[in-house]
């Protein structure tokens, strides 16, 4: 069993709908939670990053963080055709031995139809 | 742009050679990490250094090593090439050990 799982999609949704986006992961030192875009072959870019349970917003972008119940969640707002990408949640634990190395889900492939 | 760069973007190479990826980290950050991207694989975690010290490993071959330089750029060494090293190996650096972390756009390495 993978530590952080994802589902893969793709999951499609009509332009200005709200896309929803989850994982799950089994770790519990798991503090730093991140959700990545990434466009085809781009790298990775950086839209939310948190370390407590609850929420925080950003613009059209709201994370969701339970630890009690291992699940964090995305939410765009509002969604654009440019929003079509892979979205990637990351996790790392406190800085130790293992350093603050990322674990990522697999990525969660979405479509915004105009 | 998230100010890391990676050179080069593409490299095409036989099995068996060796090559050398290169990344510059974003002003001030002190960390920098590797991963690669298969697509059977996802997103890995290589190697981190930070301020030129190996600070953590993760599932990296013996064939690969990495080193940070004391002008804080870093390069991923990856020897007796196989087909299945082909992938995308991204660099991504961070102000210290806690912080997000930034992505570069990446090297794509295809070997033959």
């Known amino acids: 069993q993978k530590e952080v799982e994802q589902d893969p999609g793709p999951l499609s949704v009509p332009e200005g709908a709200i896309v929803s986006l989850n994982c799950t992961y089994s770790?519990?030192?798991?503090?730093?939670f991140m959700w990545y875009r990434q466009y085809s072959r781009k790298g990775p870019e950086l839209l939310m990053y948190?370390?407590?349970?609850g929420n925080k917003e950003d613009g059209r972008f709201t994370a969701q963080v339970d630890k009690s119940s291992k699940y964090i969640s995305l939410f765009i707002r509002d969604s654009q055709p440019s929003d079509s990408a892979t979205y990637l949640c990351?996790?790392?634990?406190?800085?130790?031995?293992?350093?603050?190395?990322?674990?990522f889900g697999g990525g969660t492939r979405v479509l915004v139809k105009p | 742009d998230s100010g890391v760069t990676q050179t080069p973007k593409h490299l095409i190479t036989a099995t068996g050679q060796r090559v050398t990826l290169r990344c510059s980290p974003r002003?001030?950050?002190?960390?920098v990490y590797w991963y690669q991207q298969s697509l059977d694989q996802g997103l890995q975690f290589l190697i981190q250094?930070?301020?030129?010290?190996?600070?953590a490993k993760g599932n990296i071959l013996e064939r690969f090593s990495a080193q940070q330089f004391p002008d804080l750029h870093s390069e991923l060494n990856l020897s007796s090439l196989e087909l299945g090293d082909s992938a995308l190996y991204f660099c991504?650096?961070?102000?210290?050990?806690?912080?997000?972390?930034?992505f570069g756009p990446g090297t794509r390495l295809t070997v033959l």
């Open positions: 991504a650096s961070s102000v210290s050990t806690l912080n997000e972390q930034f």
């Open positions: 770790n519990s030192a798991f503090q730093y």
């Open positions: 948190t370390y407590s349970s």
């Open positions: 990351a996790m790392s634990g406190s800085e130790g031995a293992a350093g603050n190395k990322l674990t």
């Open positions: 002003s001030g950050d002190l960390s």
């Open positions: 250094y930070y301020n030129g010290e190996e600070r």
